[in-house]
């Protein structure tokens, strides 16, 4: 036989059931048993769709995330939480997001945990947080309730946590303790939880080790032998799943480890297939990753057979099948796309479609391929009428966007010549405030939007009240004092899903989100063909918002890597020449601003850093033509127009070179969670441009204080010139109220006002 399971499922729901729980239980509209009830259908349902499997995950559920849960579970609650009032849901989302509940017995606030992206994914999570005190109690309760749920279910139950050692690797040390001294410690937890499930009747627990298929240190990797051999337990059978990449020198750490079971990503890691293979043990299953978890496109299931069926003749039932990854990184259901063009809609699979894959592979193993032969055929008429199709290849695109290149990367003249023109016709002052580009999209947006796209409402009627929102945003800034000014993107579901809409090559799912963290879920766009942008897409709202005021309005772009970063990719060609489509697109729009007389146009590259490779020794080839992608889309200016760009959770200390090659005029950057660590790559590199290093968290609830917010442009000018640094939130507003960001907003231009009087800035 062949075993089937899964590594994780989506947790939303397939209709954001979590989300829309979550924000009502924080705004005080839902009781905290409401909010559990939800947890538990939404576990329920899951189980339910995954119970064709062999072994089905539980664990994979959280309310936030699930490294912040791995935290609860492991008893390492920040000391800032753990003394405060209330109960633990409380304390967690007070870790999560600066506050619970509006109606919880401790709402205070409190500075939020540090987010960052899980891998390279677009996923946040929570990073754990640890000091020489940190101690590791396990705090069993919550996840024994839902063991106990999970056991009620069909089906075997595999837990499916976190390893100790990407644990570790996953925190951050704020005294410098050496994470690593923390390992006694900790394994002491996973012997007791180990312990626990043993009594429980769980036959197998999944550890996920993706930093396995990373570069590590000769201590890290000695970790893993020292950490695995302390867990041996001949009463519960370790599953130890890498994914994301290859293990290259990490094979032979993986081969020294004890465990009962390896799963490998055998999208991103076939060619070491066989390797692991030859040094299983004899008794050793081999999960293998056969469809991608990451990626919305149909399997190719004869070709995989043709891969599997003599591994499987091989290794017989220890060969188990499964996605390459947590199916958290895909939506939930594609039967739900009843609005999508159906041609495209036949190419794709989401979450439930590539459990149907797995369950068609085993089968196909298990009893021949005639057991599965319409399946069989089906796919293969999908993925064939998807590679022959026009809609997906059109040679004279690729050929329009591949010429003279190379000649649209460098601007006029250098930063230090632009600048001079730029402050003679901006004439800003120092400490100029400004925003990241959105405001608060209001239910009444979402609701114009919404009758707009279902026809309710004319074009003349949807654009009128576009421009209303855009009036609100400007006069609100005006009145606060913003020096350059946004127009608030009210007609933007999403930054970058809104230029799938206008481009060709795209489509747009209705209900394919995914969660980016906590409540917040991203629908990304379906990239499935060469690029073309048919019309101008921005222009008409820029020019409207800019007759309003006699402050600079910015134009508001998203930059191609991120684009690319952020939508689900075709995977028929290199992603770079994708990327090179983009720019090519965002190029022409940029051109379009400047002619009509737009002077500040920022191109957002949120996503630059998260595409890097895992592996440092590949980061250089993406960073090229990632690079290279973002000049041809600014480089066409002239000197006296200003080019920002934005980085959010860019931890970019070790690639603060490839940053400044950029050459963007200003760059703004999250640094308020991480009390402007990140500014340490300014110590030994003089970043040459001006930079806006993000006062006000915009992921918390919190309202920042204006002393606060001198007190990090202090920071900040210890690394900068103050001449050089700009004054603005971490990233965009959208995600906010009004009621929080107007009094953000006032203190953030007052700590400007403040510090444009300290003589010791000057």
């Not at 390279?120 to 024994?144: A, G, M, Q």
């Not at 999908?382 to 591949?402: A, G």
């Not at 600079?552 to 992603?575: A, H, Y």
Request: proline share 4%; aromatic share 10%; glycine share 4%.
């Amino acid at each position: 036989m062949v075993t089937t399971h899964n590594l994780g499922f989506p947790r939303i729901g397939s209709k954001r059931e979590l989300k829309f729980a979550l924000e009502a239980y924080w705004e005080g509209g839902f009781s905290l048993n409401n909010l559990e009830t939800i947890g538990k259908q939404l576990r329920q349902q899951n189980w339910q769709i995954q119970q064709d499997l062999d072994f089905i995950p539980m664990g994979d559920f959280s309310f936030y995330d699930h490294v912040l849960d791995m935290s609860f579970l492991l008893g390492n609650i920040p000391e800032r939480v753990k003394n405060l009032d209330g109960e633990e849901i409380d304390h967690y989302f007070q870790v999560a997001r600066g506050r619970s509940a509006c109606n919880s017995s401790c709402n205070c606030s409190v500075l939020a945990g540090e987010m960052t992206k899980w891998f390279d994914t677009n996923y946040h999570y929570i990073v754990p947080e640890f000091t020489k005190n940190t101690k590791f109690e396990l705090n069993i309760e919550h996840f024994s309730k839902q063991l106990d749920e999970a056991k009620e279910q069909k089906g075997s139950i595999k837990p499916v946590l976190i390893g100790p050692v990407t644990y570790l690797w996953l925190g951050k040390s704020y005294d410098h303790t050496d994470r690593l001294s923390l390992l006694l410690d900790i394994l002491l937890a996973y012997k007791q939880l180990l312990q626990f499930l043993v009594q429980k009747g769980i036959s197998w627990v999944q550890f996920d080790e993706p930093i396995l298929v990373m570069e590590l240190e000769k201590e890290w990797k000695e970790a893993f032998v020292f950490a695995y051999n302390a867990l041996e337990n001949d009463k519960i059978n370790i599953l130890l799943a890498t994914y994301f990449g290859q293990l290259k020198d990490n094979l032979k750490v993986l081969q020294k480890l004890p465990v009962q079971g390896i799963h490998l990503d055998a999208i991103n890691a076939r060619d070491e297939v066989e390797a692991v293979i030859n040094g299983l043990g004899k008794a050793q299953i081999l999960s293998l990753g056969v469809v991608n978890g990451r990626n919305i496109w149909k399997a190719d299931l004869n070709a995989i057979l043709e891969w599997l069926e003599p591994i499987y003749t091989h290794l017989q039932e220890r060969l188990w099948l499964a996605p390459s990854c947590s199916l958290l990184h895909v939506p939930v259901d594609v039967s739900r796309e009843l609005k999508m063009d159906s041609e495209i809609r036949s190419w794709l699979s989401f979450a439930v479609q590539k459990l149907d894959e797995i369950n068609i592979l085993a089968k196909a193993l298990k009893n021949g391929r005639a057991s599965v032969k319409e399946e069989l055929k089906a796919n293969e008429y999908f993925i064939n009428q998807r590679q022959q199709s026009k809609r997906v290849n059109n040679p004279e695109i690729k050929n329009r966007y591949l010429q003279n290149r190379k000649a649209m990367t460098c601007r006029q003249s250098s930063y230090s010549e632009r600048v001079k023109k730029q402050i003679a016709i901006l004439n800003l002052p120092l400490f100029p405030t400004t925003t990241i580009g959105s405001f608060p999209q209001t239910p009444q947006i979402r609701q114009i939007r919404n009758k707009f796209r279902k026809g309710d409402i004319s074009w003349d009627v949807y654009e009128n009240q576009i421009k209303e929102e855009i009036e609100y945003c400007i006069k609100q800034q005006e009145a606060l004092g913003l020096d350059v000014l946004v127009h608030g993107e009210p007609e933007r579901n999403d930054m970058v899903e809104y230029f799938g809409e206008l481009l060709d090559g795209y489509v747009i799912s209705q209900q394919g989100w995914v969660q980016s963290y906590g409540s917040r879920c991203v629908k990304p766009p379906i990239l499935y063909g060469d690029i073309h942008r048919p019309a101008p897409m921005t222009i008409s709202w820029i020019l409207y918002a800019q007759s309003l005021t006699k402050r600079p309005v910015k134009g508001m772009l998203t930059g191609p890597v991120t684009i690319l970063n952020w939508s689900f990719v075709r995977e028929d060609q290199p992603r770079s020449e994708t990327c090179y489509q983009l720019a090519m697109a965002i190029r022409e729009e940029v051109l379009d601003l400047e002619k009509s007389g737009i002077r500040i146009i920022q191109i957002d590259e949120a996503a630059l850093r998260e595409g890097l490779p895992l592996r440092h020794s590949q980061w250089q080839h993406y960073l090229d033509w990632a690079i290279e992608s973002f000049k041809i889309t600014a480089s066409g200016v002239s000197d006296e127009t200003q080019i920002h760009t934005h980085m959010c959770y860019s931890e970019f200390n070790d690639i603060i070179a490839s940053i400044a090659e950029m050459d963007a005029d200003v760059i703004t950057i999250e640094t308020s969670r991480s009390n402007m660590e990140l500014l340490k790559a300014f110590e030994n590199f003089d970043y040459p441009n001006s930079i806006g290093p993000g006062v006000y968290d915009i992921h918390s609830p919190n309202i920042p204080k204006i002393d606060h917010i001198v007190q990090l442009i202090h920071k900040a000018a210890e690394h900068i010139p103050p001449q050089k640094l700009w004054v603005n939130p971490d990233c965009g507003l959208k995600t906010r109220r009004w009621e929080e960001v107007l009094p953000a907003l006032k203190n953030m231009v007052e700590a400007a006002y403040i510090l444009r009087k300290d003589n010791n800035l000057q």
